[in-house]
Every structure is written in structure tokens, then in C-alpha cells.
């Protein structure tokens, strides 16, 4: 397996170090610790830029406008742009075209040309309606959303959605819906507007973290035209589990980028800081942090890129893509938990990125499915069997 | 928690002032009857938290505040978005003083119950 980075792959990851280095860190410097936006207008001058560098869109197709790049290239993208206070969940505040839907792809050619094009033009923002207050981690069991038909026109939607991003700012959404009996087939997925009669944001669900906040949906009799139903009558699953798979590799990756930062602030911070007389650096239970956290980034950093190797090859990879999740996650959390310990008081003030990153990362241990459920979707793969 | 505010309004003068703690969180300003007309922030970046910036409403409060409430919240983003947009699907609008506040910036909320 050969990791080294092609010559295009190399100049990509240089352009987004610079760019994070040049226009997003001087930014944070006048921002709330906390801060997951950018005024739009200063958005939009970074966006130009992102363009220009051929790289806005990153998880847009091609054929739709997004650059053509693989997925490997996506996780060193991920791994630079994450690298600074907000890029754990706001990675460059969204310069890069931030999150896509990637079910609207599958959309109809009329769906598409209502609901994906002003997505794509950021026109238009979209959330993503899965989890609900019975379950988040085994949807396809979890979901009591009702979708229940109306003549032939329209189904009526029922339920409560929790832990969803960005409701409250969305023009629409994907939301999915029992429309049969239990399990993965009983699932399909509608289009839904947020100005529909029937669909609130109830609440916002306040977290460890501010940026990309969650929210909770309530949908009471909720009509929703026949032609805004993605894809087939139970075939909801299908299209939510397909992203969910993909979006993980990246996903991962971008916990890597703050681990990397904290690593290189605690190794700077334990040349200077003295205690009784020497460095903490040459304190050996300062050395095995260090070395711990050095070994941590860069077993994370070879099965992510693994995993986005196996997936660039045609091969099968959801085993690959729950093994970067847990392992990038779990591990990017010790690296700043320790990071933050070198610091002593200083790593826990919010002078530094350190106390977001920890708080923030304490979410990736569970958001995209917990290290348990990706366990239970290795062991499956190892010893074979259902789930259940 | 209440998606609104629901601590009782204090007259905003220096002896309530000096009850006020540094922490995070947020706060409202009203007018005699209890109208809010400004919905503020304490957050990472001031120095003095809740209390520091209470002190400069009190130094020169916005025209018709006599009274204020807080609530000490570390989550207190992603709260303020919360109270401002809570208000806004209440009254139609941002409070009167809020002209800090960029509404493209904010979203939709549609809370049960009604004004408190």
C-alpha cells in the first residue's frame, strides 16, 4: 500500500494549507471562540477564492459542477481544512460549499430542477431529517414517523425529529418516514419544505457545541405533495444508508485536523514552559504524550486513508469507513484530552482552540453513529450475521 | 429549559448591577411594562461576562430599558440564536435595540406556547 501523494495531490494540499493558513486563521482571531459563521459577505469573498483554486463544491459530482477529485484527495482536503478552531464541525465556515445532500442526487430530473440546482447554486440550504427521539443509531428500527396517503396527490406526514442540523436556517429538507411496516423496507424518503403548514422547529437542542447546532422538528399532519417522495416507496433506507456510508470517510478525516493542531501546540508549549527548573519536554511523562499522540495521528491518518483508497478502487469499504470513524474519532479525542493536559490551566481557558476542540470532539465519539455502533458493524462484518 | 426567558426582570441600577456574576450566557433589556427591546450576548470574547456587559447597558442603556434579566449558559450561542429567533417569531421582528444583529444570520423558529 503506498500512500505517497501525487504530484496534483501535493499542490492541492498546499493550496488549502495556505489558504487556512492566510484567510481563516487571521479571521478567528476577531471572533467568538465559539463562532461557527462568517458574515456573508466575507463568505462569499472566501468562496470566490475557493473557486478560483477549482475546489468549491467538494462534495459535488463532477457532472454537476463540483471538482474531480477522489476520495483519497477529499480526506487530505478534510484533514487540512479542518485545521484551525472552528474546523472540526465548520471547516473553513463552509468556503469549501459546506455539507451536500447527496440523496437529491437521485432526485428526478423535476425534484432536481426545484430542489438540488438552488442547493448547488447556494441558493437554497437543506437539512437532513433521520434521527428521532426512539433512536438515531438504527434508524431503519428506530423510525415512528408516519407518512400515511391522501388520495394519490399528497401523503400526510406525522412525528418528531431530534438532533437535526441546521432546520431552522433550512428552506427544505429530506425527511424520512415509516410509510410501511417495521424495518428497513417500511422507510421511504419525502422532499419537504420548511414553510409547509404542519412543519415547525420547535426548539433548538443545546449541546456541548454551538456550530452546526441541532434542532428538534415537529411535523403535525404535514401534506406533502406525491411528486416530493425521493426515490421509491420504501426505498428511503437505501438512500439514507448510502450517505451515511460515504460522507463517513471525510467525516472522519476532519477530526484529524484539530488533533494535528493540538499536537503540534502541546509539543511548541512543552519546549517553553518550565517547571522546576526544565522543560516540560524533558519531563518523560510529558515525552510519552507526545509520542502517544504522534503514534495516535498517524494510525488514524493510515486507515482513513484506507478506507478512501478501498472506496476510490470500486472495492467494498463500509468496514474500512467504520474502522476511520471510530479509530479518528476516539483517537483525536485522546490526542487533544492530552494536549490540553500539557497545557495545565491554560489548555482548558478559551484563549485557546484547545477547550472547543475537546468539547466538540466529545460529539464525534457518538454523532455519525457511536464507536459502539461501529463496533457492532465491524464485528458483523468479521463474524457475519444481522444485526440485532 | 424554556425556550424563553422566564427569570423575573431586575431594575436595572448599580445595586442589582453588583449582584450580577462574570459568567457566559445571555440577557434581555425591557422598558417599564416588560417589552424587550434588546436581546444580548456575553460571550468568549468579554472580559467581564454577564456583569461587563450589563454595566455598559446600565452605563448608556438604549432608549426606554429600565430592566434586565440574564441566565448563565456556557452553550450561550447557540441560546442567543435561540432567544432572537423565538422573539422574532413572536413580534414579527428583532427587539427595537437589536440593530447589532444581521437577521439573514438568523432561522426559523416556531415555538409552542406564547410571549413571555
Known amino acids: ?388 | 429549559m424554556a425556550v424563553r426567558l422566564d427569570k423575573p426582570w431586575r431594575d436595572l441600577n448599580a445595586e442589582n448591577l453588583a449582584r450580577v456574576t462574570g459568567h457566559l450566557g445571555v440577557y434581555q433589556l425591557a422598558d417599564d411594562a416588560g417589552k424587550i427591546l434588546y436581546i444580548g450576548v456575553a460571550g468568549g470574547r468579554t472580559r467581564y461576562g454577564l456583569k461587563g456587559e450589563i454595566a455598559k447597558a446600565l452605563e448608556a442603556p438604549p432608549p426606554g430599558v429600565t430592566k434586565f434579566r440574564f441566565e448563565v449558559n456556557m452553550a450561550y450561542r447557540t441560546r442567543h440564536a435561540e432567544l432572537l429567533e423565538a422573539y422574532v417569531h413572536d413580534f414579527g421582528g428583532l427587539p427595537e435595540a437589536n440593530t447589532d444583529i444581521d437577521p439573514r444570520m438568523l432561522g426559523r423558529l416556531r415555538p409552542g406556547g406564547g410571549p413571555r
Open chain 1, 1 to 388: 500500500m503506498d500512500f505517497a501523494l501525487t504530484e496534483e495531490q501535493t499542490m492541492i494540499v498546499d493550496m488549502v494549507r495556505r489558504f487556512v493558513r492566510q484567510e481563516i486563521l487571521p479571521l478567528e482571531e476577531n471572533m467568538d471562540p465559539d463562532a461557527d459563521e462568517l458574515e456573508p459577505e466575507i463568505l462569499a469573498g472566501l468562496v470566490e477564492k475557493t473557486k478560483a483554486m477549482g475546489l468549491y463544491g467538494l462534495d459535488t459530482p463532477p457532472e454537476y459542477g463540483g471538482p474531480d477529485i477522489d476520495m483519497v484527495t477529499r480526506v487530505l482536503i478534510a484533514i487540512e481544512c479542518s485545521q484551525h478552531r472552528g474546523g472540526l464541525y465548520t471547516p473553513c465556515y463552509g468556503a469549501f460549499g459546506g455539507a451536500r445532500q447527496a440523496q437529491l442526487f437521485e432526485a428526478t430530473e423535476a425534484q432536481k430542477e426545484k430542489y438540488l440546482y438552488p442547493m448547488l447554486r447556494g441558493e437554497k440550504k437543506v437539512f437532513f431529517g433521520l434521527s428521532e427521539p426512539s433512536g438515531g443509531s438504527d434508524p431503519a428500527r428506530a423510525i415512528q414517523t408516519r407518512a400515511v396517503r391522501d388520495g394519490n396527490d399528497h401523503w400526510v406526514l406525522n412525528g418528531t425529529k431530534l438532533w437535526i442540523s441546521g432546520a431552522d436556517r433550512a428552506d427544505y429538507g429530506l425527511v424520512f418516514a415509516r410509510t410501511g411496516g417495521p424495518g428497513r423496507s417500511g422507510v421511504s424518503a419525502f422532499i419537504v419544505e420548511t414553510q409547509w403548514e404542519g412543519f415547525r422547529v420547535a426548539r433548538i437542542v443545546h449541546t456541548l457545541r454551538s456550530s452546526k447546532y441541532a434542532t428538534e422538528i415537529q411535523m403535525d399532519n404535514l401534506r406533502v405533495p406525491a411528486e416530493n417522495m425521493l426515490g421509491e416507496e420504501g426505498g428511503g433506507f437505501a438512500i439514507a444508508n448510502d450517505r451515511l456510508a460515504r460522507q463517513r470517510v471525510p467525516y472522519a478525516a476532519e477530526c484529524l485536523g484539530p488533533a494535528i493542531k493540538a499536537h503540534e501546540m502541546a509539543t511548541e508549549y512543552s519546549k517553553i514552559r518550565e517547571t522546576f527548573g526544565a522543560p516540560l519536554a524533558s519531563r518523560q511523562g510529558i515525552q510519552w504524550m507526545l509520542v502517544e499522540n504522534e503514534i495516535d495521528i498517524r494510525a488514524a491518518r493510515l486507515l482513513v486513508l484506507d478506507a478512501a483508497a478501498k472506496a476510490d478502487r470500486g472495492e467494498p469499504y463500509r468496514t474500512e469507513s467504520a474502522i476511520a470513524k471510530l479509530v479518528c474519532s476516539e483517537s483525536a479525542f485522546k490526542v487533544v484530552d492530552r494536549s490540553m493536559q500539557i497545557h495545565g490551566g491554560l489548555g482548558v481557558a478559551k484563549d485557546l482552540p484547545l477547550e472547543r476542540w475537546f468539547r466538540e470532539m466529545r460529539i464525534r465519539r457518538v454523532g455519525e453513529g457511536p464507536s459502539e455502533v461501529q463496533k457492532h458493524v465491524i464485528a458483523r462484518d468479521i463474524i457475519g450475521g444481522s444485526l440485532r
